[in-house]
Every structure is written in C-alpha cells, then in structure tokens.
C-alpha cells in the first residue's frame, strides 16, 4: 500500500455534535479537543462557490430557508448557522471551503472534505471542489482527502483533479463496491462502520485500498474496528475519544 499521512481519529463535521457542524466554531472545538483532522461536508453556492453545510435545505441549520445550492454565496455567507445548536454560537456564520482550508493549513490540521452535490449538479460539485482544493492546497505536504457517495462527483474530481487522493462513500456493500472504487481511481473505502469485518477488510487491503469508517460513537464499535486494522475512524464523540488513542 502507499503510505497514509492522515490521522486514524476523524472529527465527524468539526466536532461531532459539540458545536453546530460544518463551521469554524467546530473546527476550533475539534481542534481543542486534540483532533487534527477534520470531516467536513462541501456543496456548491449558485454562484458556484464551494461552502460547508450537509443538507440541501438550509432549514435545519441555519436561519435561511429553500436550497442552499440555489442561493448565492453573497446572501449564504450572511447567514446565521449557530444559533440552531445552541446560544453560545448564535451568529456563527457559515464557513466557504476556502476559509476552511486556511484554518486546517495555518494550524497544521488535515481535512476530508466529502462532495456532498445538491441533487442534479453531482459531476460539476466534484469538478469545482476538486479544483478549489487543488488550488487551495497546492503545495501543502499532505493534500486534503476527497470522498463522495456520489460516484460522478468522484468521477469529476478525479478528471479534474487526478493527483487529489479519493475515497468512496458507501452505506451498502453493493455487489460491485470494490470494482466501483478502484475505477474511480479511489484510495480508501469509507462505509458504515457495521460494514467492515475480516473478510471484507482483508478484500479492500488486497486492492490496496485504506478502511475508513463512519459516524463511530461506542467504544466497543472502534474496538471492533481497530481489531480489524482499519485505517480511519470518524466520530462525533470528540469528547469521549483521545485522537491518539
């Protein structure tokens, strides 16, 4: 296998549920509790500017309401995305990919940034991602990770972006899941964590891939998975897991 500069301890969207997810308040917790790398969701602004939410519909998790994708990044960034969790972040706002990366490079943290497309722009998110990453990163001693659920958002990145390592999102082990990844050209597989045993760990590390897992919150689950050998756990309990443990 080539080698993996990332940490094995992922923090779920910058803190887990501590902070209001995908902002730069997150990312500080994340970072206060020990954590130096970062799972964050990215989705395009009508205006095509690559910003942090996880939904398609702002209702959720900010003051906003309607598509998030069909708003420009002028009125998204004015926003509050704070005030839904708790008092303490009201007014946070929310956080474009580039204030993200300038975060993560000035403190020395490292970012999976999951393409997360409002539906029916999966190829061109993945293609204007990948490009600002590649922009943002460049030469950064260790790039950001790239994943997706969404095989032509990885597909756009890769075209785009071929250096910018990839991962295949999963939540089912399909028939074709190992063939999928390794035509995407992929690195990792990250899938739900209840999806990897000795079997299908041992046929990912045969292709050369790395075994991520997501949302771990119980310690019997990331001892199950450390048991395995598995490369990657990303969880919202910032609070309950040491990231060098």
Not at 74 to 83: E, I, K, M, Y
Not at 95 to 124: D, M, Q, W, Y
């Amino acid at each position: 296998m080539t080698p993996w500069p990332y940490p094995r301890w992922i923090a779920h969207r910058g803190a887990g549920k501590l902070a209001p997810e995908n902002t730069l308040a997150a990312f500080r917790l994340g970072a206060a509790h020990g954590y130096r790398m970062f799972e964050c969701d990215v989705k395009l602004s009508a205006d095509s500017v690559p910003f942090l939410m996880h939904d398609a519909t702002l209702q959720r998790t900010t003051n906003g309401t309607g598509t998030g994708g069909d708003k420009s990044w002028g009125d998204l960034s004015q926003l509050d995305a704070g005030s839904w969790h708790s008092r303490a972040f009201a007014g946070e706002p929310l956080a474009s990919l580039e204030n993200a990366a300038r975060f993560c490079l000035h403190n020395g943290h490292l970012l999976n940034i999951e393409i997360k497309p409002t539906p029916g722009v999966e190829r061109r998110t993945g293609e204007v991602v990948a490009q600002h990453a590649q922009r943002l990163w460049a030469g950064a001693t260790v790039p950001p990770l790239l994943t997706s659920f969404q095989p032509a958002a990885l597909a756009g990145a890769r075209d785009t972006a071929p250096g910018l390592p990839r991962g295949l999102l999963l939540d089912t082990l399909r028939a074709d899941w190992l063939d999928a990844a390794l035509q995407l050209g992929c690195v990792a597989i990250v899938c739900n964590h209840a999806l990897w045993n000795a079997a299908t760990v041992a046929q990912a590390q045969a292709a050369g891939l790395r075994t991520l897992s997501y949302t771990v919150n119980d310690e019997w689950a990331a001892e199950r998975l450390v048991a395995l050998g598995t490369d990657g756990i990303i969880t919202d309990r910032v609070d309950l897991f040491a990231p060098a443990g």
